[in-house]
T-cell receptor, first 117, second 117 residues
Framework: EAGVAQSPRYKIIEKRQSVAFWCNPI?????LYWYQQILGQGPKLLIQ????????DSQLPKDRFSAERLKGVDSTLKIQPAKLEDSAVYLC???????????????FGPGTRLTVL | AQTVTQSQPEMSVQEAETVTLSCTYD???????LFWYKQPPSRQMILVIR??????QNATENRFSVNFQKAAKSFSLKISDSQLGDTAMYFC??????????????FGAGTILRVKS
């Protein structure tokens, strides 16, 4: 079974530029998460999708960050314009729903390391 | 809101020895899950072990076991017979139970574990 795929693995941009990250979850996983991991800290949830609907985006800086999952499969996270403090690893994770019961195990992708200069 | 605290930024252990990583958490929830995730230098986050709060028996996965003290809100990870491949950042994480669409993970800041030969 293929894991969660993310691209690119690394990205370096200047502040005020825009950037986009892509995630393809494990096949059949209805729930998709984007986490931000700043160096020296644990990951923090940015946004959670259930199929193509947003479940939780309370910690997403909506003035500069946006995310979509149009067909309920892969997802794109965008930052526009980027700030220095956005330098971090962006992790995508997915989990499966069985019937009407959520499962607790999230599977993570390798992440995208963003450096904003 | 839930918080997770890992008080040991770094730990080291000799190969074949045993090491214990500490984690405490704060929550008003009565039903939840606790996890230990491993993140090697390649950055792929891997689930090590999980514990359901309603279970009194401590979870065990091969060389990995936990000491779950619900009243004390403590959740430590013991790694026996440490191997060089155990070198990684270890994150303790909390997830509240329930919810039709799955729930976010709340992570601690992590503990870097170095296994020495």
């Amino acid at each position: 079974e293929a894991g969660v795929a993310q691209s690119p693995r690394y990205k370096i941009i200047e502040k005020r530029q825009s950037v986009a990250f892509w995630c393809n979850p494990i096949s059949g996983h209805a729930t998709l998460y984007w986490y931000q991991q700043i160096l020296g800290q644990g990951p923090k949830l940015l946004i959670q999708f259930q199929n193509n609907g947003v479940v939780d985006d309370s910690q997403l800086p909506k003035d500069r960050f946006s995310a979509e999952r149009l067909k309920g499969v892969d997802s794109t996270l965008k930052i526009q314009p980027a700030k220095l403090e956005d330098s971090a690893v962006y992790l995508c994770a997915s989990s499966v729903i069985i019937g009407q019961t959520s499962t607790d195990t999230q599977y993570f992708g390798p992440g995208t390391r963003l450096t904003v200069l | 809101a839930q918080t997770v605290t890992q008080s040991q930024p770094e730990m080291s252990v000799q190969e074949a020895e045993t090491v214990t990583l500490s984690c405490t958490y704060d929550t008003s929830e009565s039903n939840y899950y606790l996890f230990w995730y491993k993140q090697p230098p390649s950055r792929q986050m891997i689930l090590v072990i999980r514990q359901e709060a309603y279970k009194q028996q401590n979870a065990t996965e091969n060389r990995f076991s936990v000491n779950f003290q619900k009243a004390a809100k403590s959740f430590s990870l013991k790694i026996s017979d440490s191997q060089l491949g155990d070198t990684a950042m270890y994150f303790c994480a909390f997830m509240k139970h329930g919810g039709e669409y799955g729930n976010k993970l709340v992570f601690g800041a992590g503990t870097i574990l170095r296994v020495k030969s």
